[in-house]
C-alpha cells in the first residue's frame, strides 16, 4: 500500500519547486512526479551513504560512540578554542539555523554561511547600491524578457526555465513564444542555445560589459568600436533589447559573483536595473544555489543585522566580509576550532583553505558521510530536512515555504535544530 | 625637514610579541595617543582581545620604557612627531586596528601588520618595515604612513557602510598593493611604488593616487573626483570614461612627473569629473583612441 503525498517542497536548489508528488510505500520514498532529475536523485536517493551513528576520533580512527557522549564531546571543543567558527546552513532548515545562531552567539563564535563562497558579493552589492527585485511569481506570469547572466539555470536549476523563465506560463505571458530570452556567458552553455540572443563574452570581462550597457541606457557616446573583444553594436543590441522590453528581468549566477571583480560585477548589474527603470520595468534575481541559502541570509540578517560573515568574539556581532568570514580566517590560520551543519566545505573550499581546516578540530551535523564528516573530530548524523524532518525555507526570492517531514528518520537520529540546542545547553553548563 | 630643531625627550615604549599569535588580536588600545602619560606597568594592564577572551597587555607583549634624545633613533625611522614612541619588534600579522585613531606620536613596527593598521588615524606617524594587511588607513584622516613592504586590498577605504575612505594624510607604500587602492578617497595622498590590482579609486571623489608601476586595469570606477597618476601599463580604460588630451608633465603631491599623459575624465555613468592620467610611454595599447582628440 504506498501513499501519495502532494505540493511537496524540494529540498535540492534555490527553486524550491513546491508542486513535487512524493509516493512512500513502508516508510520508503519510492517516487516522485514533477521532480527534476536533481530533485528526483535527492528524494529517491537520500537513504544512501549515510552516516550510521555519531563517532568521535581516536587516532585516525572514528570510533562509534552514543550520542550523549557525542554531544559533550563537541561543547567542550567548541568551548575550550579561542576563536571557534560556526558554517555552513545552505541545506538545513530556518530553526536550525536561528538555533546556531543562539549558540555561536554564546560560544563567542564566528558565525558565517555558505554564501560567504557564493553570493556573498550580492549581498554586500546589494547594501550598496540597492536591488529593484520582485518574487519569481511576478517574473513568470509578467516578464517578456529574460536575461541569465553567468548562469545556467539547464544545468544548476532545471526547472527555473519552465516554471519561472522564458518557457513558463503565466497570466500576462504565455509560455517561449511571449518572451525573449538573452544569456550573457562566458562559453556556449545548453541554456545559451536557446537564447534568442546570446552574448559570448571573455571570462572576466562583466564589469566592462556591464559597464558599456550602462553608459549606452544613459545615452553617453561610447568612444570604443569594441568593449573587450564585443562590438559595440552587439552591445546596442542587447541595451535596446533591455530598453524595448515591457518588463524585464535580469538573473545573474556566480559567473558574475565569483569572476575578478566580485561585488563590483554585482554593483554594475544592480545599477544598470535601476538605471533600467527610468525607461521600463526591469527587476534583478539571483540564483541562489542551496534550497536554503537565501534562509541562512534572512535568518542571519534578523538575528545578527549582518547577512553572513558575523563575528561574536567582541560579544556583539561585527561584520566585515574579508575580516570576519570563514574562508578568509581559516586562509590566515585564525580558527582554532569549528563547528559545520549541513554542508561538505572539504569537497567545495579552495585545497590550501580546505588544508587548514583539517588542521583544526571539528564538530560536523551531516546525515551523509563526505569528506568533511571524514576529517570531523566528532560527527554527528541529523535527519535529512524536507524528507526526514519539517522546517522552512526561503526560496531564491525569498518567499518563505514549509518544509515537510516525508518518512521517519533511521532510529535515534535527532534534526540539526535538536542536536544543536543540546550542544549549546551542555556549552551553558545546564543539564542537556 | 627642519634637522637642527630640537626634539623633547619622549618616552619610547619598545613591544615585543611573548609568543606567535593564532588567533586575533584586536589592539585597538595600542597607539601613542593611549599610551601618552602612562608608564610601562599602566600599559601592561592595558586590556585587549585575543580572540573572545579579554587579556592584558602584558600577556601578550613584553613592554620595556625608555627615553628617546632627537634624532639617536636606532631605525631610520626618525621620531620626528610630538609624542610616544613605539616600537613593536616581531611578526603582529594577527594584531589588528594597531593605532586606531592615534592623533600623534609614531610607530615603528619592525615586522609584518595584520589587517585596518592606522584605522581612523588622525595624526602621527606609523613605519612598517615589513608587509601589512588589508584595510591599511582606513578612512584615515590626517598623519603618514610609510610601508616598506606590499599592502593588501583596499587602502584606505572605509568598512562596509561606510560611504567616506580616507580624507587626509599621506600613505607610502614601497612594495605593491592589491585590489581597491584608495576606494571611496576624499581627500590625501597615496603613493605605491609598485604595482596595485583592480580598481584603483573605486567611487573616490578627491584626493590623489599616484601608481609607480602597473595596474590591473578598472581604474576609477565610478568615480566622480579626485585624480590617479599611473605610470606602468595599466590595460584597459573602462568605457564609461572619455580622453580629453595628451598632457607633457603631471603634478602630485610635492612632485613634477614628467609625461606625456594621457588625461581622461569619468566615470560618466556617475556624472563623475575625475581625473586619469596615464602615461604615454607604457600604454601603447591606447594609441588607437588618440583618433578622438580633438585637433
Known amino acids: ?432 | 625637514m627642519d634637522s637642527d630643531s630640537n626634539f623633547r625627550a619622549m618616552k619610547k615604549f619598545i613591544l615585543t610579541p611573548k609568543y606567535a599569535f593564532r588567533v586575533p588580536v584586536d589592539a585597538e588600545a595600542i597607539s601613542p595617543s593611549k599610551f601618552d602619560g602612562m608608564d610601562a606597568e599602566a600599559i601592561r594592564a592595558i586590556e585587549l582581545w585575543e580572540g573572545k577572551r579579554k587579556v592584558t597587555l602584558g600577556t601578550l607583549f613584553d613592554v620595556s620604557e625608555s627615553k628617546v634624545e632627537g634624532q639617536n633613533s636606532s631605525t631610520h625611522a626618525e621620531p620626528k612627531e610630538e609624542g610616544p614612541f613605539i616600537e613593536i619588534l616581531g611578526d603582529v600579522s594577527k594584531v589588528r586596528r594597531l593605532g586606531r585613531g592615534m592623533t600623534k606620536g609614531t610607530i615603528v613596527l619592525k615586522g609584518s601588520g595584520g589587517l585596518r593598521l592606522g584605522e581612523a588615524m588622525l595624526g602621527g606617524r606609523i613605519l612598517i618595515e615589513g608587509n601589512v594587511g588589508p584595510w591599511l588607513g582606513s578612512r584615515m584622516r590626517g598623519g603618514t604612513i610609510e610601508v616598506f613592504g606590499n599592502a593588501g586590498d583596499k587602502v584606505g577605504a572605509p568598512l562596509p557602510g561606510g560611504s567616506e575612505g580616507m580624507r587626509g594624510g599621506t600613505i607610502i607604500i614601497h612594495g605593491n598593493a592589491g585590489d581597491e587602492v584608495g576606494c571611496l578617497m576624499t581627500g590625501g595622498l597615496i603613493i605605491v611604488d609598485g604595482s596595485v590590482g583592480q580598481f584603483v579609486g573605486y567611487g573616490m571623489r578627491g584626493g590623489d593616487i599616484l601608481v609607480r608601476g602597473n595596474s590591473s586595469g578598472r581604474l576609477g570606477a565610478s568615480m566622480k573626483g579626485g585624480r590617479i597618476v599611473v605610470l606602468g601599463n595599466c590595460g584597459s580604460i573602462l568605457p564609461s570614461f572619455t580622453i580629453l588630451e595628451i598632457r607633457p608633465t603631471v603634478r602630485i603631491g610635492e612632485e613634477r612627473i614628467k609625461g606625456p599623459f594621457y588625461l581622461f575624465q569619468g566615470d560618466l555613468n556617475e556624472g563623475g569629473s575625475g581625473r586619469l592620467f596615464i602615461a604615454k610611454a607604457s600604454n601603447p595599447q591606447l594609441i588607437a583612441l588618440e583618433r578622438y582628440l580633438e585637433a
Open chain 1, 1 to 432: 500500500m504506498s501513499l501519495t503525498i502532494a505540493n511537496c517542497v524540494c529540498p535540492f536548489c534555490g527553486c524550491c519547486c513546491d508542486d513535487i508528488e512524493v509516493r512512500v510505500q513502508d516508510g520508503r520514498i519510492i517516487g516522485t512526479r514533477n521532480a527534476c532529475a536533481l530533485g528526483a536523485s535527492k528524494f529517491l536517493g537520500y537513504n544512501h551513504d549515510r552516516l550510521p551513528y555519531p563517532t568521535i576520533k581516536v587516532g585516525n580512527e572514528a570510533r562509534s560512540v552514543s550520542l550523549d557522549e557525542a554531544i559533550r564531546k563537541a561543547a567542550e571543543i567548541l568551548s575550550k578554542a579561542d576563536y571557534p567558527a560556526v558554517y555552513g546552513f545552505g541545506s538545513t532548515s530556518l530553526e536550525a539555523i536561528t538555533a546556531a545562531l543562539d549558540l555561536a552567539e554564546d560560544l563567542g563564535a564566528l558565525a558565517d554561511n555558505v554564501s560567504t563562497i557564493c553570493h556573498g558579493p550580492s549581498l554586500e552589492a546589494v547594501q550598496n547600491i540597492g536591488e529593484v527585485t520582485s518574487t519569481l511569481g511576478v517574473v513568470r506570469h509578467r516578464a517578456d524578457l529574460i536575461v541569465y547572466w553567468g548562469s545556467n539555470p539547464l544545468h544548476s536549476h532545471p526547472r527555473h526555465m519552465v516554471r519561472y523563465g522564458p518557457m513558463a506560463k503565466g497570466r500576462f505571458r504565455n509560455g517561449r513564444a511571449d518572451r525573449k530570452l538573452v544569456v550573457v556567458d562566458v562559453r556556449r552553455t545548453l541554456t545559451a542555445r536557446m537564447a534568442d540572443l546570446f552574448l559570448q563574452i571573455k571570462p572576466g570581462t562583466d564589469f566592462e560589459i556591464l559597464t558599456a550597457l550602462r553608459a549606452y541606457v544613459k545615452e553617453i557616446d561610447l568612444e570604443v568600436e569594441e568593449v573587450e573583444g564585443v562590438s559595440a553594436e552587439r552591445i546596442e543590441e542587447l541595451a535596446e533589447l533591455m530598453m524595448g522590453c515591457r518588463f524585464g528581468t535580469l538573473f545573474f549566477g556566480l559567473g558574475l559573483t565569483m569572476s575578478p571583480g566580485r561585488n563590483r560585477n554585482v554593483e554594475a548589474a544592480l545599477a544598470l536595473v535601476r538605471d533600467l527603470n527610468a525607461l521600463t520595468k526591469f527587476t534583478i534575481i539571483p540564483m541562489r544555489g542551496h534550497f536554503n541559502v537565501e534562509g541562512a541570509n534572512s535568518a542571519f540578517t534578523w538575528r545578527t543585522g549582518y547577512p553572513f560573515g558575523v563575528d561574536f568574539s567582541h560579544g556583539y556581532p561585527r561584520y566585515n566580509p574579508g575580516e570576519t568570514t570563514f574562508v578568509d580566517a581559516l586562509n590566515r590560520g585564525e580558527c582554532d576550532a569549528a563547528l559545520i551543519v549541513a554542508s561538505d566545505p572539504i569537497s567545495h573550499l579552495p585545497r590550501k583553505t580546505s588544508e587548514r581546516l583539517m588542521e583544526i578540530p571539528t564538530v560536523v551535523l551531516d546525515p551523509h558521510i563526505t569528506p568533511t564528516t571524514m576529517a570531523a573530530e566528532v560527527a554527528i548524523p541529523t535527519a535529512q530536512v524536507g524528507i526526514e524532518a519539517s522546517g522552512t525555507a526561503y526560496r531564491m526570492d525569498g518567499v518563505p515555504l514549509d518544509l515537510r517531514k516525508l518518512v521517519d528518520p533511521p532510529p535515534g537520529i535527532l534534526t540539526d535544530e535538536d542536536v544543536l540546542r543540546r550542544i549549546h545547553r551542555y556549552v551553558s553548563g545546564e543539564s542537556p
